[in-house]
């Protein structure tokens, strides 16, 4: 089994070709619970995407390097990179998006990343100043969110939600957006 996992997952030095085939082999990989390799990817790409000034994607990939030290269990890594992500998303510009499909949620597929405006609800300002960044946890919840451009539902990206912290009273993760256009008396 371990053999066919390296043949499955084992991408020879500069793989990182194609963005969208690359992150789905990084997110395969950390879904199958390939974590040094997914980590190896993912620090592939964030080099590349660094160098090409792809911003959103260098603030993904920060993210899905977050996952992967929470994934395996570190604590301080889990810290760094996740402060990184979140530094780096505070630097992303806000922009006022409207929603593509006639509904008040924008990016509710989450196929532009978990980018602006996720992160501008209930915790949050109402000049979209995140307080604790896009997603965060109470306590000391050990949980991630990450975009996962494997596993979904439709469209070519979801948002992945993993809470490795028993049930406990307020021990959770959350992301939220504040919603306007509201009109009372309407569905």
């Known amino acids: 089994m371990w053999l066919v996992f390296l043949l499955l997952f084992t991408v020879p030095a500069g793989a990182w070709g194609a963005p969208e085939n690359s992150l789905q082999t990084a997110d395969r990989a950390f879904n199958a619970a390939g974590y040094d390799v997914a980590r190896d990817l993912y620090e592939q790409g964030l080099r590349i995407a660094v160098r090409e000034g792809r911003k959103v994607t260098v603030c993904e990939l920060l993210n899905d390097l977050a996952a992967v030290a929470m994934a395996q269990g570190q604590e301080r890594g889990f810290r760094q990179w ?3 992500a979140r530094a780096c998303q ?3 510009p806000v922009v006022a998006q409207q929603p593509d499909t006639g509904s008040l949620l924008v990016n509710g597929g989450f196929e532009q990343g978990l980018v602006h ?3 501008t ?4 300002d109402r ?3 995140t307080a604790f960044g896009l997603w965060w946890n109470s306590l000391n919840t050990r949980a991630f969110m990450k975009i996962d451009t494997d596993v979904r539902h439709s469209g070519q990206r979801a948002l992945r ?3 490795y912290s028993p049930i406990a009273p307020h021990v959770f993760t959350t992301t939220s957006q504040r ?3 509201l009109r009372p008396n309407t569905v």
């Open 82 to 84: 996740i402060g990184q």
């Open 121 to 124: 609800g209930h915790y949050e």
């Open 179 to 181: 919603i306007t256009g």
């Open 161 to 163: 939600v993993t809470n």
């Open 90 to 92: 505070a630097q992303l």
């Open 127 to 129: 000049a979209g100043k």
């Open 117 to 119: 405006p996720w992160g």
